[in-house]
């Protein structure tokens, strides 16, 4: 992860972040092929679907300019809590808040 940090020029690098990229994520990585979904996606952690690259990864953000920004996996557009099935989320082995509503450092 701490290459992938340095290969991100918009990384935050607060002691949380440091603390969920170094030691929370390796903790919690599922095993390869099983599905991981980041809800919330910012410039600084570009970097994520790159930690999880053994994993096919979906990214949900509520902002449509981020879809741009998601160089791998499927990108949902909306708010998490307003899709319309829960259902569809019981397949990931997964879930990954990140900063949502703006409450990441």
């Known amino acids: 992860m701490k290459l992938l940090r340095f290969l ?5 690098s607060t002691p949380g972040r440091i603390i969920l990229e170094e030691e ?3 903790y919690f990585l599922p095993a ?8 919330g ?8 679907p ?8 979906t990214v949900s953000e509520i902002e449509p300019k981020i879809k741009k920004l998601v160089l ?8 998490f809590e307003e899709f319309p099935t ?3 989320f019981e397949s990931f082995s ?11 450092g």
């Open 8 to 12: 991100n020029p918009f990384k935050i």
């Open 24 to 26: 929370v994520m390796p």
């Open 32 to 39: 390869s092929g099983e599905k991981v979904l980041i809800v």
């Open 41 to 48: 996606f910012q410039n600084y952690n570009l970097h994520y």
């Open 50 to 57: 790159l930690f999880y690259l053994q994993n096919p990864v």
């Open 72 to 79: 791998l996996g499927e990108v949902l557009i909306g708010k």
């Open 86 to 88: 829960k259902s569809r």
């Open 94 to 104: 997964l879930i990954h808040f990140n900063g949502v509503y703006g409450w990441g």
